[in-house]
């Protein structure tokens, strides 16, 4: 952000509800800021910035629409996955998921702030990331019978 300045968990309760959710948000926020999609970064730096308020943003028409679009092209890539790409999904959804949970505790107890972040024009990881090349960028096969595979 230009002057240093970023939002923090308790401005974003409004709408996040619990700071469970108020943490998450910010962190979907930071990938959104750097992530592939004009509007969406705008959106992200904006809230971040404290330009905007989060329940603008969320209401705003041009933003939810950008919202909703990411979200349809990773339904449809989900369906269109093998159900061998939807287990090794899975797999790594639960890895990435024990990594945030350890993160998280780290947070709390007041270590590893910096470490949570993407840098500026860094692509974000997690368990959507495909290693392959097949230019998808993870984004592909069919979806497993039962939210995000096996358990």
Do not use: C, I, N
């Not at 709408?15 to 509007?39: F, I, N, Q, W, Y």
């Not at 349809?72 to 990435?96: C, H, L, M, N």
Request: avoid cysteine; aromatic fraction near 4%; proline fraction near 6%.
């Amino acid at each position: 952000m230009p002057d240093g300045r970023e939002v923090d968990q308790a401005e974003l309760l409004d709408v996040a509800k619990d700071e469970d959710r108020a943490r998450s948000l910010l962190r979907a926020l930071r990938t959104l800021s750097t992530g592939p999609d004009p509007k969406l970064r705008e959106m992200a730096r904006g809230v971040l910035r404290g330009d905007l308020t989060a329940q603008q943003a969320f209401t705003d028409p041009e933003y939810t629409a950008a919202l909703f679009s990411g979200a349809a092209k990773v339904r449809r890539a989900g369906e269109q996955r093998s159900d061998a790409e939807a287990r090794e999904a899975g797999e790594r959804f639960g890895e990435w998921q024990q990594a945030r949970r350890t993160e998280d505790e780290r947070e709390d107890q007041g270590e590893g702030q910096a470490t949570s972040r993407t840098a500026p024009g860094q692509q974000p990881t997690g368990p959507w990331r495909h290693s392959g090349t097949d230019g998808a960028g993870g984004l592909g096969g069919s979806r497993p019978a039962g939210g995000f595979g096996p358990r």
